[in-house]
């Protein structure tokens, strides 16, 4: 090939790798020229076709043709990979600026209920309580009898109680009435000096707007040799304190009656009405939260314990209810009725986990 064919060839493929739209395009053109069957190594190819004096002006021409095609290359190769990068950002554009979008993790809402049995726990384990469980399905023993509270006596009037059918035996199990019998439970298979609590569920036949079927307590035991009345009282205080977050409420213990405990009182806290809302803690106003006493000396014998050496308190609370007070639900049967609209304005966050360090609703 004379030196004007190889300038031709030169501006030719100069012209070709300057139009080349893509790098795709732009690797076909360097495989048909500097490929090792490509146009330009195939010019090599023939250096030895020619007489000796001639090769060395050919192979340096041929050698400056693929310099220039190399180099033309690389940069149209830059060029278009610069324009391809640009290209995809342009095409992948974030505007940091806009907030991030929810995660259907994130939309997940803890129950009121769940929360706040959470709160009280975490007061009650703070103040040396374990948690003990009981189930749902009781035997008539636990839930009644051992509790003092014998077939025909009229305390099992006042449970609306569901029974299930009765057992080989004649005894009929139920769904739990409240959480006392977790007492018994624990008191036959452990020994004293005994300090819990066991929250749960619970079942009544009763449904307005203050009562639905199946509600949440907290039970409360502590059994040793000397616990008395007054430790009671600094617990359940500390207790309301520490749940309503406020320096100091207003309790009034009221003289009562339970079977399983002797004396017994039932517990009201101060409110005041403040608008709409109220406010706890102070004010004229008195709301019952909860049952306790010292637990009877039948209770303990019946579980074994010599009453004449043990003593203990017990109390009982209702979950449902301290969590209307504590964040203004007003209708107790909205807390069952599985509305998505309602668990997302009453719900929590799954990682606001209440913590007395952290503040418990904070
Ligand atoms: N079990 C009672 C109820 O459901 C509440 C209660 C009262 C529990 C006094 C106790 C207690 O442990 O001492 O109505």
Redo the contacts with the bound molecule.
Sequence with gaps: MSAPELDTLRSELLEAIARAPDLAKLEDLRVGALGKKGSVSALMLKLSELPPEARKDYGQAVNALKASVGEALEAKRAELAKEATAEKLASERADVTLPVREGPLAQGRIHPVSQVTDEITEIFADMGFSIAEGPDIETDFNNFTA?NIPPEHPARQ??DTFYFEPGPDGTRAVLR????PV?VRTMLAEKPPLRIIAPGR?YRCDSDQTHTPMFH?V???VIDEETHLGHLKWVLEEFCKAFFEVKQVKMRFRA?H?P??EP???VDIGYAKVGDGIRIGEGEEWLEI????M?HPNVLANVGLDPARYQG??????IDRLAMLKYGMPDLRAFFAGDLGWLKHYGFPPLAIPTLAAGLSS
């Excluded at 009435?177 to 006392?180: A, E, L, M």
């Excluded at 909860?290 to 006493?293: E, I, M, Q, V």
């Excluded at 308190?313 to 209702?318: P, R, S, Y």
């Design positions: 509790l006042d449970h009435t409240h959480t006392s007492q619970v307590q039970e409360g035991l009562s339970f399983f405990t017994s009182m039932e909860l049952g306790c006493g637990v308190f017990a109390f009982g609370l209702g």
